[in-house]
């Protein structure tokens, strides 16, 4: 059964602050699905995940490369589908070696969805001004709880 939060974020601040709640709480082998329009600031959210994990690189879309890859408390795999025109491109870069361990996070998830493993994080964010975004976030019943707490515990200020 999948379970559902809306959180509104009124800056990009707030956005990388979500972010960081993940990163902070991120386990071994996490997926994180995200969708959005260009420019709604799934990168930000990445940047902020990023943080949680002490990661001190410069976080980057990588639209241009399909993969970067940083190092931290886990490792941090952060993809973008946007370019692709299959799997098998994916297939071609090592997918199925980078798919696993760490923290994996896939910009533009929806483009290949037979990927997105069971217990993922999907977080879709979506334009609502210029500076607010509506950020949906999908689990299941496989998705570390202990993440799922704290999102909610941000969202409902417990």
């Known amino acids: 059964m ?17 972010g960081n709640i993940i990163g902070e709480n991120a386990v071994d082998d996490l997926f994180i699905a995200m969708s959005g329009d260009l420019g709604a600031g799934k990168t930000h959210f990445v940047q902020g ?14 639209t241009f490369t399909i993969m970067n890859y940083y190092e931290g408390k886990l490792p941090l795999k952060h993809f973008d589908f946007y370019r692709l025109e299959s799997e098998y491109d ?8 980078y798919s696993v361990g760490g923290v ?7 483009l290949f969805p037979s990927l997105i493993p069971h217990g993922s994080l999907c977080v879709r964010i979506e334009n609502v001004s ?11 019943e496989k998705t570390p709880e202990n993440i799922i707490k704290e999102i909610r515990k941000y969202a409902l200020g417990d």
């Open 2 to 18: 999948k379970s559902e939060i809306k959180i509104i974020s009124k800056s990009v601040e707030e956005t990388i602050t979500l």
């Open 90 to 97: 994916l297939y071609n870069i090592g997918w199925e070696e």
């Open 130 to 140: 210029l500076t607010e975004r509506n950020i949906f976030i999908k689990w299941d």
């Open 49 to 62: 995940i990023a943080k949680g994990m002490k990661i001190q690189d410069v976080v980057t879309s990588p």
């Open 104 to 110: 994996t996070v896939v910009e533009w998830s929806e």
